[in-house]
Every structure is written in structure tokens, then in C-alpha cells.
């Protein structure tokens, strides 16, 4: 058995690492993990740089902000696969909900216009947004999904609060609303603090949410072990995807050495099925949270570039050489080289158009065919990538 | 030579006057501790510090990171980090557990010698951590060992260091620890009324 350290935050998607460990994925590919708790993302970051970590469930966006210069200066960092899609919740004060109940607003936790329309026009000044880090997956929904809903990027005033203390941030209002991970989110609705407005995957039917996250010299030094991982984490996310399984899943994130929290809390999100507010509504969001239905793991190009256009643009930074050096830290090489012999769905391109296919749809794999998931935005939003260079694969 | 304006971010009280001691001995500097988590963008954000000390783990940390990535060259409370061009110093800092955010254009050879001191105060520190942790731990055990004897000498009229020899040989053939043992046991008894 290999030893090898993961880090990870305590947040319900970090279940594909939990479950290769604890039910054995791991062990088959004969590797012997020590799951690593962290506190923060700049933590894991620096970790994994220091080498102090192997490989971490990490942000999304947090490898292409080192891509882009805008971290310290640590080794590269590569994302081989995506962990999740969506898990995401935007959630208002108490204050804000009222507002928006006495306007009329239903609460459907679907529209995410007609939610997006009523939450203009129930603040009256600037709204003040928690997310969970400067480079999240939760940034940009929050920007794509209120600046199309009237709001100017000088009435947003995004913060970075650490998600366990979303609650008290909105409590002790510092923050109007926020976006952040389960089952944080479900924690303030819990606590009688926050309701629940909309689930990510309103905003973006598939946003891509973790990903997995290692140094660029050990993905190239040590292929068998990262191939081994990988292989490991895709099937735990396979198995958590089967039906009936979520509830297991909870029982199990939930233990005191992982999220030390009532699964009861964790369950909410792994089903999709959400208490929205105190009083007790209840929204059945399938699809909230998807480990590897529809490839869900394979970490298109073109999302790296989508993520380095947006983030580029907001640090005053060139778009074009910031999505060329993000597109070089997703390695669709390596996913195709070490999940073919596990029998992942592997599509012809590495690239596409973002948001393009609003239904889940069957196309031509690399071999036979394949289901993608729909991953429209609520406003028809597209993302042209760059044209591939001639090398990339 | 001006002094430093040197801000250690740390909920502990004890904790932090233990750094904050390690970091005059590094020489003469300005040392403010932050306790509170909340507004602490904003507290960081008046006092400009020089350099900003905090524990690797503190989820606060997060909201550094987006104040050092906010500042512009007119503003720069805190830039990026320890100094990027000395990477050795930058890994012992994380090894210890420790990360700091430093004003940008501070010269290493001021900055060394305080990032030293903090590494070895957190050194200090982590080493007390453990050792504070184990000491709880095996109290907490020598307390359940004693109820579980209690538990045996009561249920099978036995002495106690009858009790204590079944509770370890119970231990021994099923390989855990005698604490875990002594766990289960008054939790059973617990369930069972006695």
C-alpha cells in the first residue's frame, strides 16, 4: 500500500475522497490514504505547493488564479479531474427575505431571473454578497447571475468569509446575502438566520465546483500513483452518484473525524432536497449536487478558459495569454490517459462551447457514445473558447 | 531604523502573547494582536500593517488573501506572502504552520529575522499543542478506566485490580486500547441501567 496525503475542506463534496477511503476505492488501486482536514484554501494551497500534501479537493478557480500569477509563488499546480458539479446555495438575511415575501416573491428556488429581478429591487443601496474565496466557482455565479439581473458591478460588494462563518457574517450583518457550498448553507437556515434563495445550478446547470488539485511536477514524475488516484476518486464519485446512495453518503462525511456535524445537515444537500427557509418549505432540486453523471468529471479546456476570461478581466489582465496559461494547468491528457482503462466516457474534443446544451444530450465518445450534461446559464449566456493549439489534446 | 508595525492574528490569548514575546526577541517592533475574526479586513485595512502573522490553519486566512489580492500599489496594506524569491524560508514558514502577508517592497533582511522568530515560536508551540493534547487524552482515559472498574467490581464482585487485569487482557485479545475498552464497556452499562 502507497501512502498518500489528501487535504481537503470540510464541505459535503468532499465526499469522493471520504468514500474512496472509507469504502475501499482507494485500497483497490492499492493506495492508503490520510485525508487531511483543512480550515482554509489558502491553506491547502500552500500545502500542496510546500508539498506537504500530496493532492487536495480544491476550488475550481483556485489553480487557474496561480496560473495567472495572482497567488504566491508556490510550484504549478494541475487539475486532472473535476470532483462536483454544483452543491452551491445563495442564501438572503432574514431581513431581505421579508422584503422579498412582502413583494410577492415565491421562493420557488428555481428562476433564477425572477429571483435575480426581485432581489433588485428589494435592495434599495449596494448588496453585500458572501462567498468562500476570491477565486470561487461562488464568485462567478454570483457576478454572471446579478449583473444580468440589473445589478451594476459598483452595487456589488463581494467578501470573503470563511464558510463556517456565513451564518454569524449574516447575523451580525456584515453581509446581505451569500453563496456558498453545502452544508453551510443549510447550517444558516438551521441556525433560523438565513433563507435560501436559489441553488447554484440555476444560475449554471453545471458548475464545475472542486476539482482535484496537485503539483505539476508530481502528475508528471509519478503517473501510476496519479492514475491510481484518480481512478480511486472517479469511481467513488461513480458510486455516489448510483440512487439510494446519498443517504449513506451523509451517514458516513458526517462522522466527527470529517465534517463532525449532524448528517441529518449533510443529507439535505446530497439528496437536493433543501430547507429553504426556517418556517419549513421544503425544494426538491435534482441534479443539485453531481459527482459523475453526464461526464461530469472531465475538465473541459474551455471551462479553464471561461474561469481565467472572467477572472482576468476583473484583475485588469489580458484574456487571451491568461486562458492559454489556464488551459496548460487542466490536463484532459492525463484524464484521458489514466481513467480510459477504468472505463470513463471520454468525449472527441477537449474543448467546446460553454453553455451550450441546455438538455442533457447524447454525442459521439471517443469510443461509441456519451451523455453530457446540460450546462446552460439561466440567461443564455455562450462562451467561445480559444481555438486549440495544434499540441493540445 | 523605523520600526515594524508587526500584526499577529490569533484567537488564543495565550497563544499570541507567546508569539508575540518570540517576535521581540527578533528586535524592536510594534506588535498588535487581533483577536476578533470578524471585521478583520477592515482592522487590517487601518492599521496597514508591515506584516501580518497568522496561524497556516486560521480560516480567516481567506480574507487576507483577498485584501492582499485588493490592494493596489497606492493602497498595499499587505502584498503576497513571504518574499518570493527566497522559497526556502517561505516552506519552513509553512512547515511550521505559520503564513505571513507583507507589505510590498519590505527588504528580506528585516523580514528574515522576524519570520525566523515566528517559526520557532510556532515550533514552540505546536510541540506544547501535542503534548497538552496527549496529556487530556490519557486523563481522559484514566478517568473512563476508573469507571469501568468501578462498573466490573460492582457487577461481578471482584477487587480492583482484578478488574483492571480483565479490562487489559480484554484489551489485549482484541487488539485495542484499554481506554476504548473501559468506553465500551460503561457505555453498555450505561444502556443496560447499572
Not at chain 2, 492582499?68 to 524560508?89: H, K, N, T, W, Y
Request: proline share 7%.
Amino acid at each position: 500500500m502507497i501512502p498518500l496525503r489528501l487535504g481537503y475542506l470540510p464541505l459535503i463534496d468532499a465526499a469522493p475522497l471520504i468514500v474512496a477511503h472509507e469504502l475501499g476505492f482507494a485500497a483497490e488501486e492499492g493506495l492508503q490514504l490520510e485525508l487531511v482536514r483543512l480550515g482554509a484554501w489558502a491553506q491547502s494551497r500552500d500545502m500542496l505547493g510546500a508539498g506537504l500534501i500530496d493532492a487536495a479537493h480544491m476550488l475550481v478557480p483556485i489553480p487557474i488564479g496561480q496560473a495567472l500569477g495572482l497567488g504566491p509563488s508556490l510550484p504549478a499546480l494541475d487539475l486532472v479531474m473535476f470532483l462536483s458539479h454544483g452543491g452551491q446555495a445563495v442564501a438572503v438575511s432574514r431581513a431581505i427575505e421579508r422584503q422579498l415575501r412582502t413583494d410577492g416573491h415565491g421562493f420557488d428556488f428555481a428562476d433564477a431571473r425572477r429571483a435575480g429581478l426581485a432581489l433588485r429591487r428589494a435592495v434599495a443601496g449596494r448588496l453585500r454578497v458572501g462567498v468562500p474565496f476570491m477565486f470561487s466557482t461562488q464568485v462567478e455565479l454570483i457576478h454572471h447571475w446579478l449583473t444580468a439581473c440589473g445589478f451594476t458591478p459598483a452595487d456589488l460588494q463581494i467578501k470573503t468569509v470563511p464558510p463556517p462563518m456565513m451564518a454569524d457574517a449574516l447575523a451580525a450583518n456584515e453581509i446581505d446575502a451569500f453563496c456558498v457550498g453545502e452544508p453551510w448553507a443549510s447550517f444558516a437556515v438551521e441556525r433560523g438566520i438565513a433563507a435560501l434563495l436559489l441553488p447554484g445550478p440555476a444560475i449554471w446547470s453545471a458548475p464545475p465546483e472542486k476539482g482535484l488539485v496537485l503539483r505539476h511536477d508530481f502528475v508528471e514524475e509519478r503517473p501510476e500513483l496519479t492514475g491510481a488516484l484518480m481512478r480511486a476518486l472517479w469511481r467513488a464519485g461513480r458510486w455516489l452518484d448510483e440512487p439510494d446512495r446519498r443517504g449513506t453518503a451523509a451517514e458516513i462525511v458526517s462522522r466527527p473525524d470529517y465534517l463532525d456535524l449532524p448528517s441529518e445537515l449533510a443529507e439535505r444537500g446530497l439528496r437536493g432536497l433543501l430547507l429553504i427557509s426556517p418556517g419549513g418549505e421544503t425544494r426538491d432540486v435534482p441534479g443539485f449536487l453531481a459527482f459523475n453523471a453526464g461526464a461530469a468529471s472531465f475538465p473541459w479546456k474551455s471551462l479553464a478558459a471561461l474561469f481565467a476570461a472572467k477572472i482576468a478581466t476583473r484583475q485588469g489582465l489580458g484574456a487571451e495569454p491568461a486562458m492559454r496559461n489556464a488551459m496548460a494547468r487542466f490536463r484532459t491528457d492525463l484524464y484521458r490517459q489514466h481513467l480510459r482503462p477504468a472505463g470513463a466516457a471520454l468525449p472527441g474534443a477537449s474543448l467546446r462551447v460553454e453553455g451550450a446544451i441546455a438538455e442533457d444530450r447524447v454525442v459521439p465518445a471517443e469510443r461509441g457514445q456519451m451523455i453530457l450534461r446540460a450546462d446552460g446559464f439561466f440567461d443564455g449566456f455562450v462562451f467561445e473558447p480559444p481555438a486549440p493549439e495544434p499540441s493540445t489534446n | 531604523m523605523k520600526k515594524l508595525l508587526i500584526v499577529v492574528v490569533e484567537p488564543d490569548p495565550d497563544r499570541a502573547q507567546s508569539i508575540a514575546d518570540g517576535l521581540g526577541e527578533a528586535g524592536e517592533h510594534d506588535i498588535r494582536i487581533i483577536a476578533e475574526q470578524t471585521s478583520l479586513a477592515r482592522r487590517v485595512a487601518e492599521l496597514r500593517p508591515d506584516v501580518v502573522l497568522i496561524d497556516i490553519a486560521n480560516p480567516s486566512r481567506d480574507i487576507l488573501e483577498e485584501l492582499a489580492l485588493a490592494s493596489g500599489p497606492s493602497e498595499r496594506p499587505v502584498a503576497m506572502f513571504v518574499d518570493r524569491s527566497d522559497e526556502q524560508l517561505t516552506r519552513s514558514a509553512i512547515e511550521a504552520g505559520i503564513s505571513a502577508y507583507v507589505v510590498d517592497g519590505l527588504r528580506p533582511d528585516r523580514l528574515k529575522p522576524i519570520i525566523d522568530a515566528a517559526i520557532a515560536r510556532f515550533h514552540m508551540l505546536q510541540q506544547l499543542r501535542a503534548e497538552l493534547a496527549a496529556t487530556r487524552a490519557a486523563l481522559e482515559d484514566r478517568k473512563i478506566v476508573d469507571r469501568a472498574k468501578a462498573v466490573l467490581m460492582k457487577a461481578r464482585g471482584i477487587g480492583e485490580d482484578e478488574a483492571y487485569a480483565l479490562l487489559r487482557k480484554t484489551a489485549m485479545d482484541q487488539g485495542k486500547r484499554i481506554g476504548e475498552i473501559a468506553q465500551q464497556l460503561v457505555t453498555a452499562a450505561g444502556l443496560l441501567g447499572r
